[in-house]
């Protein structure tokens, strides 16, 4: 168990912008960094990360927090396990206190597979460097392919042994357990219960989490036989997911920030070869065909895409479907096609770092010219399949979810091409509907192109109190020592002072305490309110960090949240328009924001209370005495919420 007062270390060193700028790339806007959300797909940044209060916030999907929620959240960890990522991160040492042997056993199953995944790849790096056997056949095959030994140790490049069960022997007397062997797919087990090897004579190549880690392996046979495959990798375990991985992600995030592109190909070695060309923002889909996880991957860094293809026209054309998840991911793909017989791999090998730079900007193009240059050489001067050319262009359109976009695409299509670029708009409105309907088909009845309606006017529903709630704890949040004068908020209080100011916290509770019933709803906003109500009592008001920080987690991400604004004041209205707006804690600003948002809780809840009346009224069926009862309760709240609407300027009329 991580002691208290180290936890609270590690959460005031982190960074957040540091910590999430590991994972997603963020622009400076105002006072606070912004970036596209990595925990949902979105086109335009609502991912706001704000130094100043440490938290992290998406306007997009709700999700908040600080430091250690945003890598529990991304990274799929604990919050213990969070911890030491960041403990590790910031250099700070971690001296755990004795734990039962109760929470040994609760330690959670992913973290033991990392561990022996962790062991597997220092033995195959071992095997590697200081096996006769490793040096003889695996050293060498990397050296033959031109392999510098500072980037072999970068990827952490192994050997397994030709032995069956080399590997599992060593990780049984290590103490690993044969579950765990299984599980992680290492070994595998026999009819009679012993255990062998899943990778045999093999070169290993360690494949790592975004975050480092290991957590799966690809080996590549070095034998020419036949009937073994070229290539082995890992199963899916829980913490091996191939959809969701991409080979050299952890070598090339930075790069990828760094040039706003990312390059993507096929295979480990494309990925070494490249790096060591000094392009080191490459990734691979490790030999798997390219996934919608994969692509939104590569997006928490950029929107940018180049795939580069080998000279097999072939294999490129059954590959169009991954420029298609591309561009419906919102994402920007180009491509570079090498010359036949080629890969990168084999170019970058043979070339010099500034040959296979200049290639790849030289041969770039965007996936329109591609389509068309390899499809219209097989159309030839038949009619009919030059109009498969334009549909299969054309489909690939029609999946940008930009209009913007897809019109400037539709325009450069129809110059290549030679199609009117009406005729292009219409199809690809075809096939968008199309594509809408299988997904809403209760929309069939739908126009074609719908006219537009005038809005009608509609019944505004009641407001849940519960909203009101929210926004008193959000103003204690933000401003709960502020200082303000009710009297001088332009609203006519009853027994306010001129002379007197008050706090928001104090002014918040005390309003709540005068009326005894006005008890929060929401179970997580009733716990804000005690813990504020006890910090009072004690005459000190917790600190923002106390609430971000807070060992709850539904605290944590509530008050992240709270905390958070998509906006920023541009100092332009002042400075060139000469205008000046009126911050929230602007005095005349604040009271009105406190004294309105009490007013309409207690008045919400007077109208249901009025309203349970009424039901009763209605249906129960009371003696007399009772309705008489019900009735006078029904007039005193009545009058109170007449007097709550007078205070805030309101004329109310009818029951």
């Given amino acids: ?108 199953e992913r973290e ?3 561990s022996v995944t962790q062991f597997a790849a220092r033995y195959f790096t071992e095997q590697l460097h200081q096996s006769p056997e490793g040096q003889a056949v695996a050293l060498s095959y990397f050296n033959e392919r031109g392999f510098r030994p500072e980037v072999i140790k970068i990827f952490q490049l192994g050997y397994s042994p030709e032995s069956w069960d080399a590997l599992s022997s060593a990780a049984l007397a290590a ?3 044969k579950e765990l062997l299984l599980k992680t797919g290492l070994s595998i087990e026999k009819d009679n219960g012993q255990l062998y090897d899943r990778f045999r004579q093999r070169v290993m ?42 080979f050299g992600l952890f070598t090339a995030k930075n790069a990828i920030l760094k040039h706003d592109n990312c390059f993507l190909v096929e295979g480990y070695t494309d990925v070494i070869s490249l790096f060591q060309s000094g392009i080191e923002n490459v990734v691979s889909s490790s030999g798997t065909s390219l996934t919608t996880g994969q692509i939104k991957l590569i997006k928490r860094y950029t929107p940018n895409i180049t795939i580069l293809y080998d000279g097999d026209a072939a294999g490129i054309k059954a590959s169009f479907r991954g420029i298609d998840m591309i561009l419906e991911e919102g994402m920007n793909v180009r491509v570079v096609l090498f010359p036949q017989g080629e890969d990168p791999d084999s170019y970058a090998r043979t070339h010099s770092s500034s040959e296979m730079l200049q290639f790849l900007q030289d041969q770039t193009t965007d996936f329109i010219h591609f389509k068309a240059d390899l499809l ?28 913007l976009n897809r019109l400037f695409f539709i325009r450069e299509t129809s110059e290549l091409l030679q199609v009117q670029e009406e005729m292009l708009v219409s199809e690809v ?101 005690e813990e504020y109500q006890t910090a009072l009592q004690s005459e000190t008001l917790p600190s923002e960090q106390y609430f971000t ?13 709270l905390l958070s604004t998509p906006y920023n004041i541009s100092p332009n209205w002042l400075d060139k328009h000469k205008i000046e707006i009126q911050l929230e804690t602007h005095p005349e600003v604040i009271s009105r924001a406190c004294i309105g948002t009490v007013y309409d809780f207690k008045i919400r809840k007077v109208k249901k209370w009025k309203k349970e009346i009424e039901e009763k009224l209605s249906h129960e069926e009371p003696d007399e005495l009772s309705r008489q009862a019900l009735l006078q309760k029904w007039l005193t709240l009545k009058t109170f919420e007449s007097k709550l609407n007078a205070t805030l300027g309101r004329i109310i009329t009818g029951g």
């Fill in 429 to 529: 409105a075809k096939i968008r509907r199309r594509a809408h309907l299988k997904t809403h088909p209760e929309d069939q009845a739908l126009p074609e192109l719908p006219t537009p309606q005038f809005k009608q006017e509609v019944a505004v529903p009641e407001i849940d109190t519960q909203l009101f709630e929210k926004e008193m704890i959000r103003l204690m949040l933000n401003y709960g020592k502020l200082m303000f004068n009710p009297a001088q908020s332009g609203i006519e209080m009853p027994e306010s002072d001129s002379e007197t100011s008050i706090s928001v916290v104090q002014f918040i509770l005390d309003e709540l305490h005068f009326d005894q019933e006005m008890l929060f709803e929401n179970p997580l906003y009733k716990q804000f309110l």
């Fill in 175 to 177: 103490g690993y357990s």
């Fill in 1 to 108: 168990m991580i002691p208290r007062h180290t936890i609270q270390q590690v959460l005031d060193t982190a960074r957040i912008e540091e910590v999430v700028g590991d994972f997603v790339r963020l622009k400076k806007r105002g006072v606070n960094q912004i970036g596209n959300c990595p925990f949902h797909n979105e086109k335009t940044p609502s991912f706001t990360v704000s130094p100043a209060k440490g938290i992290f916030k998406c306007f997009g999907c709700g999700e908040a927090g600080s430091s250690v929620d945003f890598v529990m959240k991304h990274e799929h960890l604990t919050f213990p396990q969070a911890v030491h990522y960041l403990a590790k991160k910031y250099n700070i040492e971690i001296e755990e206190e004795a734990q039962s042997q109760e929470q040994i056993q609760a330690e959670t």
């Fill in 376 to 403: 219209s050489s097989d159309a030839g001067n038949d009619p009919i399949k030059k109009a498969s050319v334009v549909r299969e262009i054309v489909t690939s359109i029609a999946l940008v979810p930009e209009q």
């Fill in 205 to 246: 190549f360690p494949i790592h989490s975004v975050s480092g880690r290991t957590i799966g392996f690809g080996g590549r046979i070095l034998t020419s036989d036949k009937n073994k495959p070229k290539y082995v990798n890992s199963p899916e375990s829980s913490i091996y997911d191939k959809s969701n991985v991409l």
């Fill in 549 to 561: 920080q807070h060992t709850d987690e539904n605290i944590r991400k509530a008050a992240s949240e």
């Fill in 112 to 114: 033991s597979l990392m």
